[in-house]
């Protein structure tokens, strides 16, 4: 009797303890440390969320620095949550829980984000039909997952077997699998701790690497690999904060400790942990990542509402909250190219009709009517462009090298903006300056003024209304050939004003 009691109690202490440390049959999600599944690379944020349908569907957002924006794509979209997802560069990988479809083992998919780069637009590839990988165990704990320059690598946290006739508390000890055209162990650093609080995170760069971060006995322990190399210690954060993610700026890992109501933000180095900023912790579910020289919060509301923060991976500034929107539709994005197009073509043909005859005109003969020669032209535009130029810089603060991209070359409307408006700005002040002076600034410093055909002043109408017409020429240059078929050099915008570009008349010295 007393074999038999001692038996059951060991039985029902088994039981318990396999309950404790996770014992293997017992798979779950990864801690719910922050609540939000997402990755990020150097330049694209990948985040899942779920619809506020019931039962609801689960969303894979791509959000790419190419979007000019915080706009986001749906990518795919899922009838389950992804347990974890993976990415590196433009690919990502998605890792669902196990379930009966795939044997009790967890179903892996990938495939890439690709720029159309006519449109601007991202899709994926291979479209509608992602990439299948190998199914991974299914009967552990996934601790999380990351990418690396070969695929992605997932962290296990995998309970020692319990004896029945040896009750002792043991660990869950952390495993890696890395895909490798199928997946094949990673070693683990002898001297890593426990894997109940693992977490996992990658070194951007050519190689790729690992970051692991453990806890032991006697603290925390943080372990890296570059490619292929062996483990090395590095010093892991001593703080009494609980680590809670790891994430990467522009090559440089961090870890996202948190206290209470406050997250910690530290570079994890070879020489030791470096702080650089603290942050309020975000209420709903959220994830820390890295997009370009920026550490991020992604936050998912209460209200369905994806919003982000960044953080000055230099400084550790902290940035207002912003609202994700939805990407644009294409259509969007390009509907200044035809609006330019049924311009220019209503003008072409207003031209046609009503002054077709003079674009075979004779050369004028008169004296005081000398037509300014294209290269003198040329540079009074460029003379008038820069304060332009100068002034939309300030307005829109976009990159200086989208000013000489012609608004007819890109079908991306916020690409085409800032060209438009220095063009618009040029034909506008120019426009007034011939109109009150008869020469804009260019035209002065290069001896040039906008008359009537027979010499007389423009007058401030038609010089406005040239610069109308002289905007569409600049938007669509393809209509400058008008000026190479005159003899005279009037283009567009002097045919359809009865004006004509001259060289200025210098008056000659009083003789006595």
């Known amino acids: 009797m007393p074999t ?41 944020l990948w985040v899942v969320v779920p619809t506020p349908d019931q039962p609801p569907r689960y969303r894979l957002l791509h959000h790419a620095e190419g979007m000019n924006g915080p706009y986001f794509r749906v990518a795919d979209e899922y009838a389950e949550a992804p347990e974890a997802i993976a990415a590196w ?71 020692p077997p319990v004896s029945r006739d040896r009750v002792r508390i043991v660990a869950p000890r952390p495993s890696l699998l890395a895909w ?46 570059l490619g292929d190399g062996p483990w090395t210690d590095w010093p892991a954060p001593a703080s009494d904060a609980q680590p809670v993610a790891l994430a990467t700026v522009k090559d440089r890992p961090f870890v996202v400790e948190s206290a209470g109501e406050a997250l910690h933000l530290a570079y994890l180095r070879e020489r030791g942990p470096l702080a650089f900023a603290t942050a309020d912790r975000p ?15 992604v936050e998912f509301t209460n209200l369905h509402v994806l919003r982000w923060r960044t953080i000055d991976g230099t ?26 197009g049924v311009l ?15 674009v075979a005109e004779p050369p004028i003969e008169s004296p005081a009517v000398q037509p300014m020669p294209l290269s003198a032209r040329s540079a009074a535009l460029l003379l008038d462009y820069l304060p332009a130029a100068a002034i939309t810089l300030l307005l829109t603060r976009c990159d200086p090298l989208n000013l000489v991209v ?52 423009a007058g401030a109408i038609r010089c406005l209304a040239r610069s109308v017409l002289k905007f569409l020429v600049l938007a669509m240059p393809v209509v400058g050939v008008f000026c190479l078929m005159n003899v005279n050099h009037r283009g567009l915008p002097e045919l359809g004003t009865g004006t004509i570009v001259v060289r200025t008349m210098r008056r000659a010295p009083a003789t006595e």
Request: charged share 15%; hydrophobic share 45%; with cysteine.
């Open 89 to 159: 560069d433009d690919a990502v990988w998605v890792v669902f829980p196990p379930g009966s479809a795939a044997g009790g083992r967890r179903s892996v998919l990938g495939f890439r984000a690709r720029r159309n780069p006519a449109l601007g637009t991202y899709y994926n590839d291979p479209p509608g039909h992602p990439e299948l990988l190998d199914s991974l165990p299914g009967d552990s704990h996934l601790r999380g997952a990351v990418g690396t320059p070969d695929g992605p690598v997932v962290l296990y946290s995998v309970a």
């Open 315 to 340: 400084s550790g500034a902290a940035g207002d909250w912003i609202e994700l929107q939805p990407d644009r539709p294409e259509s969007e994005r390009w509907l200044h190219v035809p609006l330019l």
């Open 344 to 358: 220019v073509v209503g003008a072409v043909m207003l031209l046609l009709m009503f002054r077709g005859d003079a």
């Open 283 to 297: 209420s709903g579910r959220w994830v820390a990542a890295g997009l370009g020289a920026d550490a991020l919060l």
């Open 180 to 225: 490798r055209q199928g997946w094949r162990e990673l070693p683990i650093p002898e001297d890593a701790g426990g894997g109940a609080d693992a977490l996992l995170g990658n070194i951007a760069g050519d190689r790729g690497g690992l970051i692991l971060l453990t806890r032991g006995s006697g603290g925390w322990r943080l372990h890296a690999r």
């Open 4 to 44: 038999a009691l001692c038996r059951a109690t060991t039985t029902w202490l088994v039981v318990l303890v396999a309950v404790a440390t996770g014992a293997a049959g017992a798979p779950s999600a990864p801690p719910a440390a922050t609540g939000l599944v997402a990755a990020s690379s150097a330049d694209q």
């Open 406 to 457: 012609l608004p007819i070359w890109t079908v991306r409307v916020e690409v085409a903006a800032p060209p438009l408006l220095a063009l618009a700005l040029t034909c506008l002040h120019s426009g007034l300056a011939e109109g009150i002076a008869g020469a804009s600034l260019g035209k002065w410093v290069m001896g040039a003024s906008v008359r009537r055909v027979d010499g007389s002043r």
